[in-house]
Structure formats: C-alpha cells, structure tokens
C-alpha cells in the first residue's frame, strides 16, 4: 500500500507545481519572456534549489519541489509578497526562484511555446 500514497503524493505534487506555472504564466512571468540576464539568474536559481534539495540528503523529484515552493511562497507572504502582473518582465527574486522550481520539475521541458530557451540551460 505504500507505493499507492507515494503515487498519490507525486500525482498532487505534479498537479501543485502545474497550478504554480500556470499562476506564474498568468503573470506574464515566462521563461521565453524574459531577458538573457534573468535567464541566467533563473539557471542559477535552479542549481540552488537542486543543491539545497540534494544535499539535504533527499532527491530534487517533485513531491520535494512541490514542498519547496510551498516554503518559498508561505515565507514570501509572510514578509507581504504576492504574485501579480509584474511592471518589470523579469519578475523579482521570489518570482525567478518559483520559475526555476517549475522548470526543475518539468525536467528540461520548457513552459513557454517558442523554441527561443535551450532545455539543456535547466537539465
């Protein structure tokens, strides 16, 4: 019975990190729309998150992103954050982190239509 609640764990995961994209896409927070720097800087977002993920003894799968980006997202509210249509095209450092989050999980398949990202910058 244990690998029933681990498949429903990685299915609810999967489902809150689709909701999360789709949230960050409503924004108009998108990998194809931002610049190369914020690119970059979503790369290393990404490579921060594998790390913490990782080296905490766990794995980087999507139950695990999934409870990353709720942590994010709990102490960004906290501090009075929240997502909304940005001014500026390269979100903020809480909206870059979420964006590197839902591209870990997509495992290098990108969340923007256009072949104008690499999926390799992410694998």
């Known amino acids: 019975m244990g690998w029933l ?3 429903w764990h990685e299915s609810a995961a999967r489902r809150e990190l689709t909701v999360l994209a789709d949230r960050l896409r ?18 290393q977002h990404a490579a921060a998150v594998r790390d913490i993920l990782t080296l ?27 997502l909304r249509k940005d001014e500026s095209p390269n979100g903020d450092w809480i909206s870059l982190r979420l964006i590197a989050v839902c591209l870990l999980a997509t495992e290098g398949v990108t969340l923007v239509s256009g072949g104008d990202l690499d999926p390799l910058l992410f694998s």
């Open 5 to 7: 609640s681990s498949a």
């Open 26 to 43: 409503n924004a108009g927070l998108t990998p194809g729309g931002l610049s190369p720097g914020a690119l970059a800087t979503v790369d």
């Open 56 to 82: 905490s003894g766990g794995r980087a799968g999507p139950v695990e992103l999934a409870g990353y980006a709720r942590g994010v997202q709990d102490a960004a509210r906290d501090s009075g954050w929240f």
